[in-house]
């Protein structure tokens, strides 16, 4: 029986199988190094299962690009300061109640508290803020006049005032407090009243505990449209 030959179309079709193969094998094991770049890769074609462990550190990723949405919960307790929840990082600093102080939380252990009093006249007092024995009461007087004092839950405790008015006048004064003994803020200072004033408040207990206070006083304020207002915040 005579043999049989392979056909032209066979011999071919072979010839570029075996091309087609060695050229794969020689991609795959002959690329110079650093040939392939981010050029070459098809965009969302690398899975984060083909990416070696530890190959993506802190130098890799953009700085503030990680907000707390992206961490798992339990990786708060590593952050610095108190990160209470995802989301809820915004709120610090606000005081939407006149006549009331809202504590927005702690960063590292100290506390910052706002203050937002804003009345007409004849508001008797109130406790604007209470801080590591530090009481500040403010009222507004039949003529619409700010009235502060201030009182210490303990004794020997340690007052620092100062404040700066609008024609950048500046008073000071620096005292100690028996327990419960209240101060009037104008009187301490030499001052007929407050109308427009800044005040910075420095005040610690017998334990060391401060308390820092800064006020802005306007008579004023908001086109005339409260008699008294004092707003700041403390820091304690």
Request: glycine letters at 12%.
């Given at each position: 029986?005579?043999?049989?030959?392979?056909?032209?179309?066979?011999?071919?079709?072979?010839?570029a199988?075996?091309?087609?193969?060695?050229?794969t094998?020689?991609?795959?094991?002959?690329l110079p190094?650093n040939s392939?770049?981010?050029?070459?890769?098809?965009s969302?074609?690398v899975?984060?299962?083909?990416?070696?462990?530890?190959?993506v550190?802190?130098?890799?990723?953009?700085?503030?690009t990680i907000?707390?949405?992206d961490l798992?919960?339990n990786?708060?307790?590593?952050?610095?300061?108190?990160?209470a929840?995802?989301g809820?990082?915004d709120?610090a600093?606000?005081?939407?109640?006149?006549?009331?102080?809202?504590t927005?939380?702690?960063?590292?252990?100290a506390?910052f508290t706002?203050i937002?009093y804003?009345?007409g006249?004849?508001?008797p007092?109130a406790?604007?803020?209470?801080?590591?024995?530090l009481?500040i009461?403010?009222s507004?007087?039949?003529?619409?006049?700010?009235?502060?004092?201030?009182a210490?839950a303990?004794?020997?405790?340690?007052y620092?005032l100062?404040?700066?008015?609008d024609t950048?006048?500046?008073?000071g004064?620096s005292?100690?407090a028996?327990?419960?003994?209240?101060f009037?803020?104008?009187?301490?200072?030499?001052?007929?009243?407050?109308?427009?004033?800044?005040?910075?408040?420095?005040y610690?207990?017998?334990?060391?505990?401060?308390?820092?206070?800064?006020?802005?006083?306007?008579g004023?304020?908001?086109?005339g449209a409260t008699?008294?207002y004092?707003g700041?915040?403390?820091i304690?």
């Amino acid at each position: 029986m005579p043999r049989r030959l392979p056909s032209p179309a066979l011999v071919v079709a072979s010839l570029a199988l075996a091309v087609a193969l060695g050229g794969t094998t020689y991609a795959a094991t002959a690329l110079p190094k650093n040939s392939v770049g981010a050029k070459q890769l098809k965009s969302g074609s690398v899975g984060t299962v083909k990416l070696a462990k530890g190959s993506v550190t802190s130098r890799q990723i953009k700085d503030h690009t990680i907000v707390a949405a992206d961490l798992a919960k339990n990786a708060y307790p590593a952050l610095p300061g108190k990160v209470a929840s995802a989301g809820h990082a915004d709120t610090a600093g606000r005081a939407d109640t006149a006549g009331h102080a809202d504590t927005a939380g702690s960063v590292s252990g100290a506390t910052f508290t706002t203050i937002d009093y804003r009345v007409g006249p004849s508001t008797p007092a109130a406790g604007v803020l209470s801080a590591n024995g530090l009481t500040i009461s403010a009222s507004c007087d039949a003529a619409g006049t700010l009235l502060l004092s201030l009182a210490s839950a303990t004794g020997d405790a340690e007052y620092a005032l100062l404040a700066t008015d609008d024609t950048g006048n500046v008073r000071g004064d620096s005292f100690n407090a028996w327990s419960g003994e209240e101060f009037d803020v104008a009187a301490r200072l030499g001052l007929p009243d407050l109308t427009r004033e800044s005040l910075r408040l420095t005040y610690q207990n017998p334990s060391g505990k401060p308390v820092l206070v800064e006020i802005t006083i306007d008579g004023d304020a908001f086109n005339g449209a409260t008699s008294c207002y004092a707003g700041g915040y403390a820091i304690s």
